[in-house]
């Protein structure tokens, strides 16, 4: 049974390949060694998810409790191999406003809100160093891999069909700011797509608003040729490749009373600030997923 659980990997991550497909199509088509590039990471991704779970367990056996296990999983496991990840196959990541950022020893939660591009946002913002929880889709758990990951690390699932799952998130996110003080990182526009601007919707700032947070927005800016379109590397042919830009904004301090229409059009406005603008504008064609 576990040979066929990872053999799951080869055709989830030409999944994952035809998914970058549809969402490049209109930006860079990716060529082969660019499609090639999005299988190997996907697969190591999920290799390395397994191995981040097998070093989480001795933990386990030297007393330490779930919360404790899982803060190690996300500050160092997962961070060190996402970065590991991002420098193999997507190149350099360039910070700025890193000042903006909470320090790292800080006990104060926030929300990371930012636009999601593609699958490469999901590594590469592990080079902020900084500690946080994913709202992510319930479907992570049958990823070989990263369904233990997840669980280890105590990330936030949800099924966006389900009322039920939707309710637990908010108490799982609410605990999580008043007791464990966990920053929370969500994409409010809950798909990706990098040809047009897709509208927040409502879930992140309700999170906001009822937990009285700050937000933190990050614009994630990737470049065209972000999978690259040689078989040989930038680096190893002595050339520069564009980098993924991480944009920090500074801190939107929430209040309970605020409007949240209002709070939304401020984190949107200013995560689009410093972004090229969209291939396909709203009404010219229909969104990409």
């Known amino acids: 049974a576990a040979k066929w659980y990872f053999l799951l990997i080869l055709p989830l991550s030409c999944v994952s390949v035809y998914q970058e497909v549809k969402l490049w199509r209109k930006v860079q088509p990716l060529n082969l060694p660019s499609l090639v590039r999005v299988f190997l990471l996907n697969v190591c991704w999920m290799i390395g998810c397994f191995l981040c779970f097998c070093l989480s367990l ?100 949800i099924d966006r069909k389900g009322k039920a799952s939707i309710k637990k998130m908010y108490e799982d996110v ?48 990737v470049p065209k040729d972000a999978w690259g379109t040689s078989w040989i590397p930038a680096r190893f042919r002595g050339k520069t490749k564009a980098p993924v830009v991480l944009t920090v904004h500074p801190r939107i301090n929430v209040k309970a009373d605020m409007d949240r229409e209002a709070l939304k059009k401020q984190c949107f406005d200013v995560i689009y600030s410093c972004l090229p603008p969209p291939l396909v504008k709203d009404g010219e064609d229909k969104k990409s997923h």
């Open 58 to 157: 001795p933990h386990f056996l030297m007393g330490k409790n779930a919360d404790e296990v899982g803060t190690f999983v996300t500050s160092v496991l997962e961070r060190r191999m996402c970065q590991t990840l991002t420098s193999w196959f997507l190149g350099p990541v360039r910070i700025v406003g890193a000042e903006h950022l909470p320090p790292a020893d800080d006990s104060l939660p926030v929300l990371f809100v930012s636009n999601h591009t593609s699958q490469i946002d999901t590594v590469a913002l592990y080079c902020l160093e900084r500690d946080w929880k994913w709202i992510a889709k319930k479907v992570l758990l049958y990823l070989p891999g990263v369904g233990q990951i997840v669980m280890v690390a105590k990330h936030i699932l």
């Open 174 to 221: 609410k605990v999580g700011f008043r007791d464990k003080k966990n920053s929370i990182y969500i994409f409010p526009q809950g798909t990706r797509c990098l040809e047009r601007r897709l509208p927040f919707k409502n879930g992140a700032f309700n999170i906001a608003l009822d937990s009285v947070v700050p937000i933190v927005p990050i614009s994630i800016d």
